[in-house]
């Protein structure tokens, strides 16, 4: 699977510059990792009705691994093959005459960079239709350059010879500036720490499936499987049972193995793929775009939903990697398989429809609407069949989601509905950022090479501007169970490639000097990135909720981390732990053995349990929250901690009035544990 890549571009090795033989290799293997994991999460799947013990699935997959390669190796020229078919029919870019026609490409910029400066400065008090109806004018007269068929047929212009268009300058200069940004991009992974309540649920599927072996089907936040899994969580996601079953194969803690190895890993894997699509579509000065991109990734911190929180900052998560790293080659894909047809591209594309949704059952709605924006300009441009094939991307992510919905009692994802310019603020961002983002979105076609890469640009910007359109995200609340979590469509951007193309932007040849020349071609990078470091926040910056550690560690504060460790080791098997959220909420990453009352109060007020389920635990936790929180009566905190199962209640040293409350309750024993007070119920 390693050379996967090469042998789809079919040239000759010999005569290959070694950055064009490194970028195949890396390429390659991260078309291998798509397979792989594809291949294991139809496997999980299978898991999901047979119940077997992981490490069966592990062969399972092992063994369908090795005959996909094997069949692989025998038919490599049947992936290779192509094009399967000759189109009739292309998009076509030959000016027609008239001032209509040549008026076309400065409305549609002009229109462009004001829904991007509007869409940025909304949180400002600039009006919304101020964003979205210039977007919509930029739109409509995109679409009526890009597919207009005037005339004799203009083909698209041909790719280069790693058929995305790089020549070996760029990679002479680019592969190697993308695999050190992704090493160092791994790196300092492992030492920034940021803290994510929804760890609550995935991290411990990793560490439930390490400690038991099995697929965790019911809850095993709040207990071992007392009540079925938390609504609006569906058990389609393979990642973490695999990082699961491999701790325990290796015996190692789980959420080591996901902060230590996984971590890195997919953080580098990421970064690579972000080269890839501003490889694919650039249509020059494709290093420079691709360093342009990496800094926007670095200084997008302002928000805990916006890309650079769900890169850096949160890979472990299969969510975050089906952004950071399956987007972009999803976007990738769809550029191969519309510009060359083969059967390898096609195959990838189903791949990573799998794979998406062995990532996050967020899959179900995001991917169509990836394969959307480019499946309809495909089919407005007359690539039929080209377009129809490609929405083997979406067919299993739609499947997995009206499976949900078919099996699954509940489902609604409890929380609030974010409209459109929230949801857009959240994701792309405000001010500098914000503005960056929605001029590098609106003028994506013209900035992106042209052929499929300007189509499927002008695709993402009209899905995009419908779904911001007043009340559209709100209907299609009211439509599906996906409420909550609707803002996660911004995702279909790949907001730091097209921030990146617009370094490409064309400088006018006027200089003699070659040295002054590549300083000015240089330019708009230069002044794209003092832009980004000027008007946005570091991802590792206090600001972003981050700290940096002085060593590789886990993303929980050390001192919770610890404190969280001695309770759990001091408590009973099988039972209850109560201590304020922050550090309850470090329990399940630690260990399936004990529970906490509340580690994650959002995933409490979901769980499909009985109303005093929920209501004890709520009650218990404000009750030990801080010294100022609201207390219970002495009887409603002895009756709570009994039916709850509480074995150890722990408090801040300062919070008198609950360490009196535990008195009266009959828990005794008292002593410091980390940094806080504890009680231990009588006879253990």
Known sequence: MIDLTERVIGGSEGGRSPAR?????????????????AVWTLVY?????????????????SAAAAVLGALYARRAGWWAVGPLWHDTEEPVWRDRPGPVRRALPAVAVGAGLVAGVCAGLHPSGVPWWCAWLPGLVAVAATGAWLLSRPGPRDPDPAPGPDADGTDDADLRWGTPLALLTGAGFAIASLFIVNTDGDDAYFVSRSVATAATGRIPLKDVIFSAGATDEIAGEPPVSSFEVLAGAL??????????LLWYGV?????????????????????????????VAAVYLLWAGESRASLGAFHLLRMWQGKAVMVSALIPLLYVYLTRWAERRRRGDLALLGAAGIAAVGLTSSAAFVIPLAVGAAVLPLLAAGRIRTALAACVAATYPIASGLGVVLLHGKTIVEGAVHDGPVSYQWVLLQGTLGVLGGCALWLSPWTARRGVPALVGMGIAALLTLLVLPGVLTAAARATDAGQVLWRTMWIV??????????????????????????AAAAPAVALAVALVVGGTPVWSQASGSTVADRPSWKVPAEQVGTAREVVRAARPGTVVLMPVVYMRAVPMLTARVHAANPNPHYLSMIPAPPHFIADRQMLSVA??????????????????????VSVACVTPRDRRALRLLDQAGYGDRRRIGDLVCAFRPGG
């Open 494 to 519: 790949p907001a730091p490639a097209l921030v990146g193309l617009l370094a490409s932007v064309p400088v006018p040849d006027v200089l003699r000097s070659r040295a002054a020349a590549v300083a």
């Open 247 to 256: 701790a325990r194969v290796l015996h190692v803690p789980a959420s080591s």
């Open 21 to 37: 033989r490194a970028t195949g290799l890396v390429d390659g293997l991260t078309d291998g990792a798509v397979v792989l994991f």
């Open 263 to 291: 971590l890195p890993l997919v953080t580098f894997f990421a970064v690579w793929s972000l080269w890839r699509l501003v490889r694919a579509w650039t249509p020059r000065r494709a290093a420079l775009c691709f360093a």
């Open 624 to 645: 030990v929250r801080s010294p100022y929180s609201r207390k219970p009566t002495a009887e409603e905190m002895r009756a709570a901690l009994r039916r709850v199962g």
């Open 45 to 61: 799947h299978a898991g999901l009705l047979l119940d077997p013990p992981t490490t069966a699935l592990l062969v399972a997959w």
